[in-house]
């Protein structure tokens, strides 16, 4: 399978703290996509990172890709109730320009 | 900015019945995708168009399934026969091209009764 998997399933925190996901996929890769989803809603795109990049930021959001390992990190910076959502990876496989999306965390920001 | 646009937001439809989801693109992407997702599993591909014609299908996508790009601006999912295990929430999504980030819509809510 080269769907990602998303750790922790589960994540509440006090608004202003920080909040990292982290992401592992099985296969080479041309990209990864962070997404977030509210709840019965549609996806959002959060940020893209390449194989061959190894941090990007936008914003309150970093990523991180080690392509050796086969992982990705997102982390959001001060945290707000209105980050309260489903967060997933989606990997982009090399040679496919489809996505294989993980199982997502579940981020809950307490006020 | 720029968004990819779905219809029907929900549509109920009997077993057994056709039933076609609508989408429309981001006007200047040139590559479709339709992804489904099951009620509390992960977002699954199911096909994806590129200059009128189908680059890649999942097992998902079986005859049941078309896709179909009417008009330059309309991109459509048809599934002939409707099964219970059809219902799930429907995405359309778009990119400009290879290694760029896909855009999704909101989503087609599909209920097979």
């Known amino acids: 399978s080269q769907q990602g998997e998303e750790d922790p399933q589960a994540l509440s925190i006090q608004e202003g703290e920080n909040a990292t996901m982290n992401c592992s996929y099985k296969t080479s890769i041309n990209n990864l996509q962070w997404y977030r989803q509210n709840s019965g809603r549609g996806l959002v795109h959060l940020i893209l990172?390449?194989?061959?990049?190894r941090e990007k930021h936008s914003g309150r959001l970093r990523v991180t890709l080690d392509t050796s390992k086969k992982s990705s990190s997102l982390l959001i910076t001060a945290s707000r109730a209105a980050d309260t959502a489903s967060y997933f990876c989606?990997?982009?496989?090399?040679?496919?320009?489809?996505?294989?999306f993980g199982t997502g965390t579940r981020l809950t920001v307490i006020p | 900015e720029p968004e990819v646009t779905q219809t029907p937001s929900h549509q109920v439809t009997q077993m057994g019945q056709e039933v076609i989801l609508r989408c429309v693109p981001i006007?200047?992407?040139?590559?479709f995708y339709w992804y489904r997702q099951i009620l509390g599993q992960k977002v699954e591909f199911l096909v994806s168009?590129?200059?009128?014609?189908?680059?890649?299908k999942s097992e998902i996508f079986d005859d049941q399934f078309s896709v179909e790009r009417p008009d330059g601006s309309n991109f459509t999912l048809k599934i002939r026969s409707t099964k219970l295990e059809d219902s799930a929430m429907y995405f359309c999504?778009?990119?400009?091209?290879?290694?760029?980030?896909?855009?999704f819509g909101d989503g087609t809510r599909l209920s097979i009764l």
């Open positions: 989606a990997t982009e496989p090399t040679g496919a320009n489809n996505l294989f």
């Open positions: 999504a778009s990119t400009l091209g290879d290694n760029q980030p896909q855009h």
């Open positions: 006007s200047n992407h040139l590559y």
């Open positions: 990172i390449r194989s061959n990049e």
């Open positions: 168009f590129y200059n009128n014609e189908i680059s890649e």
